[in-house]
């Protein structure tokens, strides 16, 4: 209890909370612009976090993850374009309830329920991120050998339709969190004799690069039209929504934030995923599901509950395992890091303050989200008016100040723009950038946990099978790994050769 008021009172700071309101309405602006996701907007965080005391920095970081979860509806509604991933189901009722004029109600709801599931969601990563830590002691390096594993295998639920390319994504990113300095022997593999890839690429460089870089190349490749076109103009309309509309939704918000809660624990599923199950399950259980589609707030209800739920329920294993469920949770493991906070079994052991402090950063987040979207969706309405031929370039220079800033390195920069291209090549060949992603982040552990069983074994495989805890993880990997194999086999080719 103690240390519970302690990280409490972190938080009762207007530098703190400053902070939390600075993610917030960086998370609205970069979810409402359409093509700029949760991951790109923490991504350009990181920098400035990095020179931020701890608590500032997470409140920072989880006061945008919140609020770009929300701000992609912004658009979803307004222009029927998902700012985020996680945003293309609100599309399908929100953008029919702008067309009747009643933008001001669905942006409301969508604020309203997102809010809602984000608190749910922070409620399950309190009654279920405890339970897991108590398994802390009975990891070792095969233990840790095998949880990497299974989060290699997870990646090829997030390969899209095709398999094969998923894996040579993961496989690249394998390669490249292999550059630099051997962990065990000491020797440099892979540097081409470059002192600056000594310590390996940097993980700031990688994360902009491949996500934000490759995403401004992606625009500019489109016509000189479409950079200089205008966007259609927003109104929103003044109409309020109604407490007996809000109540009305309960049920479908509860089972909503559970569903995306839930799916977002389970790494690689993704928000966008947790969102058309719970807009799927809300159509299924209601009254009138022919009226989904047409326009009704229960299509808004269910999917903006369920992606601010996936925050809480995608940092169970990020904070109890140290495996990132998603892209998202991957660029906060960078973040938590660079604080001294090492995600894992043993944080619950042996940084119990660190752990409530992101409990307490994420609840502040959500009343955050709630006060500044109440105030500011007009405003933010406005944000996606702006051409891409003024927006681009500015993000192209966060980027490379980003990177440089780090390390005040040039080098860095330039890694950013080499990687950026590779990011470009990926998507214009439809290779997934996530799967890239987990295994650059994972890919470290992997091989040092590996080394060491077998260091601790004299070199026999044999410790992985005579460890319960490990030999099981291993034993799920290979399922997995066989059904995912064996459903990309079962596809039919033409869903094979649009990839």
């Known amino acids: 209890m103690d240390i519970l008021i302690e990280s409490f009172m972190q938080f009762v700071s207007i530098q703190v909370i400053l902070g939390i309101v600075a993610g917030v309405v960086v998370g609205i602006i970069g979810g409402g612009l359409p093509g700029i996701s949760p991951s790109m907007c923490i991504a350009l965080l990181l920098p400035i976090s ?21 701000g ?9 374009t998902p700012g985020t991933a996680s945003a293309a189901a609100t599309t399908i009722d929100g953008y029919q309830m702008a067309l009747k004029g009643q933008s001001g109600k669905a942006l409301l709801m969508a604020l309203y329920a997102s809010c809602a599931g984000g608190l749910i969601g922070t409620v399950i990563l309190l009654a279920m991120a405890k339970p897991l830590s108590t398994i802390a002691l009975k990891f070792g390096p095969p233990e840790y050998f095998g949880l990497m594993l299974l989060s290699l295998a997870l990646i090829a639920g997030i390969s899209g339709k095709s398999l094969l390319k998923g894996l040579v994504s993961g496989l690249l990113g394998l390669f490249l969190a292999v550059v630099g300095m051997d962990p065990i022997l000491g020797t440099r593999r892979f540097t081409f004799k470059n002192i600056n890839l000594a310590d390996g690429l940097q993980t700031l460089s990688v994360f902009i690069g491949v996500f934000a870089l490759s995403e401004i190349l992606t625009q500019l490749s489109e016509s000189r039209a479409q950079l200089y076109k ?5 109104s929103v309309v003044d ?25 977002g624990v389970l790494p690689g599923i993704g928000g966008s995923t947790a969102c058309f199950v719970a807009y799927a399950e809300a159509q299924r259980g209601s009254k009138h599901p022919e009226k989904f589609g047409t326009g009704i707030l229960d299509g808004i209800a269910a999917p903006e509950s369920a992606n601010n739920a996936v925050a809480g ?5 990020l904070l109890t395992l140290g495996i990132p469920g998603d892209v998202v949770t991957a660029i906060l493991v960078g973040a938590l890091i660079a604080h001294g906070i090492k995600p894992g079994p043993l944080l619950f052991i042996e940084d119990i303050g660190s752990v409530y402090t992101i409990y307490i950063a994420l609840f502040f987040a959500v009343i955050s989200l709630f006060f500044i979207g109440k105030l500011g969706i007009p405003v933010f309405a ?19 100040v980003g990177t440089y800033s780090n390390r005040s390195n040039i080098f860095d920069a330039m890694m950013m723009i080499g990687l950026g291209a590779l990011g470009f090549i990926l998507k214009k060949n439809r290779f997934p950038i996530a799967p890239l992603v987990i295994s650059f982040v994972i890919g470290a552990q992997l091989e040092m946990s590996l080394r060491q069983s077998l ?45």
């Open 313 to 317: 329920g995608a940092l169970v294993p």
């Open 239 to 263: 109409n309020k929504l109604s407490f007996k509309e809000f109540w009305g939704q309960r049920m479908n918000i509860l089972k909503s934030s559970i569903i995306g809660a839930l799916i």
């Open 50 to 70: 990095l020179y931020l005391p701890a608590p500032v920095a997470i409140g920072l970081m989880m006061g945008s993850y919140q609020g770009s979860m929300f």
């Open 455 to 499: 260091i601790l074994s004299d070199m026999s495989l044999a410790i992985f099978f005579t460890r319960p805890i490990a030999l099981v993880l291993i034993v799920t990997s290979v399922v997995f790994c066989y059904f995912m194999v064996r459903r990309n086999m079962k596809a039919p080719p033409s869903a094979k050769e649009e990839n």
């Open 230 to 234: 205008k966007a259609d103009p927003l």
């Open 72 to 80: 992609g509806s912004i658009s979803a509604i307004l222009i029927n």
């Open 382 to 400: 406005k944000v996606v008016k702006l051409r891409k031929a003024t927006l681009l370039p500015m993000i192209f220079i966060i980027c490379v």
